[in-house]
């Protein structure tokens, strides 16, 4: 792979060279720089790029192909880009562009969905795998502290894994189990749509032990459950996708607690039209008290208060689907399209428009510091 | 090398778009176009065919005979062709309830299928044996491989004799209950219906479509799951990387040599499909080529697999055989390409990049 790794002391020349244009209207929400991560396409090239609040590059580093979702580690030094599903490569990236990007090892048997997190302490990896051939998710383990190994796995209680976090106690796992079988012989086909089973499933890191499946009621055993963000209060909130008919509009976000039965939260008729029953991403903002969901087939963000569950709002941003936490009530968002805005239940604000020559934002953006 | 594999496709279609065309490209006639040139006569067809295998299927219970298990297996060679063409109007009625799943679960890798026959035959469940009740099982034994299984597969040459008054019963309980569905399926599509109104005069107080564009987006993601579906889950896995790794048993409907009968059955549907639009008469000169060369696709590559006279198992380790399977893979993935690349353009809609199912 081509490493356009920089040294750490032209990182920052760089990173403070984009902040000090920035000024300029700009009513600072942070008090610290905050820096993003996120997948693209430029022409036929994928990379992920790291961007700063106002959108601006601050260093980009090539990917073997279409990357999907990070996982960053605590302090902010390192992420892992993962391929998009059928993934079949995970890359450690050093975030100071000090060290050469290490591709961690691919187990034939299994392939990555696109999403995993770093351990607490930041010596372990875990991903969401597929184990196809017996039809069950699982997550892997890597130790990268020391030799980027797969050290184990353990299983995610049901099928199709998408994205896992880490909840706040620095020891379980949250995965959501889409439930949709999969196998890379078979590509982009459903095995299993009248036979779903989505989850929320809970694992302690340490021991790889199932601690609690959430479901939902039978009624609803299509609606995949993909995408996960904790809120302040440390509830689990899930975005969704339904693979049943379009004459069916469930929710499509939820929000869980341990041990409690699942929540689900509409949008107004016309709103949840427009998401045409796909969330693509789902993120708080600054505070956790505002939870955000991209339809990027709807072309919008929508919002929910983390504490009442109330809808807030919508903005329309095409094909927008990343979404990071931002300030107080506001996001950082990007779009296929090329384009970068400040959203937020009351807020949109434009820092690239959409544009056919700019990097095409792919599904996730993530906060690194 | 291996066949192709065939991409995925979203598109977006919402006007508040900047990039999409000001004028819609499609006339206002577009979802009735749809329906009566083709949805209407093929769910007519799929009706009539099953209701001639579940007679079939009766008489074959009633009086056994070589003759009866002939004419049989003929009828469901008609039923797989309406079937295949019928297959591509993967959305409204035929997505509701399962229904698809239901007339052909579909594909099946770990072998659930022949798994959950052999059970059922086995212990000789008497809820197989009505189509009420043989409904209210897996979907795995329902459905046109179950039937096919019982119709080919090993024991079947009992059903000639009358040995196996069981697995006669569970063949003519799923003939009708493939009947079933294709009513209910044909009463969805007919003039009347909720969702005929709702395809062909969309409007902005309809739930399901509000206009023409939404009807158009139906229309390529039809094509675009159909020619998805047909190379990854149908061709592709049984084609293999070559023809020392082809597997012809991963293929749907190997056993009784339909195979290629279905594959070609969902490319001439799909050219029915488009052909009904009438968007080659209707759209400029450059989008109308657009349409010609996609036809001209569907139709090579459906010709390609009708040209194959070697048996379906045979094909596949045939270099002639694997040669023609190539040549349809491949027309299939130019058609899958103009269909992402130039036709979704040419009737005014946009491509998503994030919009992927999945992900």
């Known amino acids: 792979m081509r490493s356009t790794a920089i040294d750490r002391r032209t990182f920052l020349a760089l990173a403070a060279s984009a902040l000090g244009q920035t000024s300029l209207g700009w009513a600072s929400e942070l008090p610290s720089q905050a820096l993003y991560i996120g997948a693209r396409r430029v022409g036929q090239n994928y990379e992920a790029a790291i961007i700063d609040e106002r959108g601006k590059d601050q260093l980009v580093l090539p990917l073997e192909d279409r990357g999907h979702s990070f996982a960053i580690d605590a302090e902010g030094n390192r992420a892992v880009a993962f391929a998009r599903s059928p993934g079949r490569f995970a890359v450690l990236l050093s975030l100071d562009g000090s060290t050469e990007p290490v591709a961690l090892p691919v187990d034939p048997e299994r392939h990555f969905f696109g999403h995993g997190a770093f351990g607490s302490n930041g010596r372990l990896l875990f991903a969401t795998e597929n184990d196809y051939d017996a039809g069950r998710g699982v997550i892997g383990v890597y130790d990268v502290a020391g030799g980027n190994r797969r050290i184990g796995e353990f299983t995610t209680g049901g099928v199709g894994p998408h994205e896992a976090i880490l909840m706040p106690d620095g020891r379980t796992l949250v995965t959501g189990n889409g439930g949709i079988l999969t196998h890379p012989d078979y590509d982009g086909i459903d095995?299993?749509?009248?036979?779903?089973?989505?989850?929320?499933?809970?694992?302690?890191?340490?021991?790889?032990?199932?601690?609690?499946?959430?479901?939902?009621?039978?009624?609803l055993h299509q609606l995949s459950i993909r995408h996960l963000a904790v809120s302040a209060d440390g509830a689990v909130w899930f975005g969704c996708q339904h693979q049943g008919p379009r004459t069916e509009r469930p929710p499509l976000i939820g929000r869980h607690r341990r041990g409690r039965d699942i929540e689900l939260f509409f949008a107004p008729p016309d709103v949840l039209r427009q998401m045409d029953n796909y969330v693509g991403s789902i993120a708080v903002d600054r505070s956790g008290t505002v939870v955000a969901a991209a339809s990027p087939r709807g072309g919008m963000i929508a919002y929910w208060d983390a504490t009442t569950?109330?809808?807030?709002?919508?903005?329309?941003?095409?094909?927008?689907?990343?979404?990071?936490?931002?300030?107080e009530q506001s996001l950082l968002s990007t779009s296929g399209r090329g384009a970068i805005a400040v959203t937020g239940p009351d807020r949109f604000e434009s820092l690239r428009p959409e544009d056919r020559t700019a990097p095409e934002w792919d599904h996730h953006l993530r906060l690194v510091i | 090398m291996r066949i192709l594999h065939v991409a995925t496709l979203i598109v977006g279609l919402f006007s508040s778009s900047p990039v999409l065309a000001d004028e819609p490209l499609i006339g206002p006639d577009f979802g009735r176009n749809i329906a009566d040139g083709f949805a209407i006569p093929v769910t007519t067809e799929f009706s009539a065919a099953t209701e001639n295998l579940a007679a079939s299927g009766t008489a074959l219970c009633t009086t056994p005979s070589p003759q009866a298990l002939n004419s049989m297996r003929e009828s469901f060679a008609d039923v797989v062709t309406t079937w295949g063409e019928l297959s591509v109007l993967r959305f409204g009625p035929l997505t509701s309830e399962n229904r698809y799943e239901r007339l052909f679960f579909w594909p099946d890798p770990r072998g659930v299928i022949l798994r959950q026959v052999q059970e059922v035959l086995a212990e000789q469940e008497s809820t197989a044996t009505s189509a009420d009740t043989l409904a209210e099982k897996s979907i795995a034994v329902q459905g046109m491989p179950a039937l096919e299984y019982l119709l080919w597969g090993s024991g079947a040459e009992q059903l000639a004799t009358g040995d196996d008054a069981f697995r006669c019963n569970y063949?003519?309980?799923?003939?009708?209950?493939?009947?079933?569905?294709?009513?209910?399926?044909?009463?969805?599509?007919?003039?009347?219906?909720?969702?005929?109104?709702?395809?062909?005069e969309p409007g902005p107080d309809r739930e399901l479509y509000r206009d023409n564009r939404e009807v158009a987006n139906e229309f390529v993601k039809a094509l675009a799951t159909t020619l998805q579906f047909t190379m990854n889950a149908e061709l592709g896995p049984a084609a293999g990387e070559s023809l020392e790794t082809a597997a012809p048993r991963r293929a749907p409907l190997w056993r009784s040599d339909l195979t290629f009968q279905l594959l070609a059955a969902h490319l001439n549907g799909l050219d029915r499909l488009v052909a009904a639009t009438q968007l080659e008469d209707t759209l400029g000169l450059n989008a109308a080529t657009v349409v010609s060369t996609l036809r001209f696709d569907l139709q090579s590559a459906r010709d390609a697999l009708l040209s194959i006279e070697t048996p379906v198992e045979a094909a596949f380790y045939d270099a002639a055989g694997w040669e023609k399977l190539r040549y349809a893979g491949l027309t299939i993935g130019y058609a899958n390409t103009t269909v992402h690349d130039m036709l979704t353009g040419a009737i005014g809609l946009v491509m998503g990049f994030n919009a992927l199912d999945g992900d």
Do not use: K
């Open chain 1, 191 to 219: 095995l299993n749509l009248a036979d779903m089973r989505p989850s929320l499933a809970y694992s302690d890191i340490e021991t790889g032990d199932l601690l609690e499946v959430a479901t939902l009621p039978p009624a």
């Open chain 1, 309 to 327: 569950g109330r809808y807030l709002g919508m903005q329309q941003l095409a094909d927008g689907c990343g979404i990071a936490p931002l300030g």
């Open chain 2, 171 to 200: 063949a003519a309980a799923a003939a009708e209950n493939l009947h079933g569905l294709a009513v209910e399926i044909e009463d969805r599509w007919r003039e009347g219906s909720d969702f005929h109104a709702a395809f062909t």
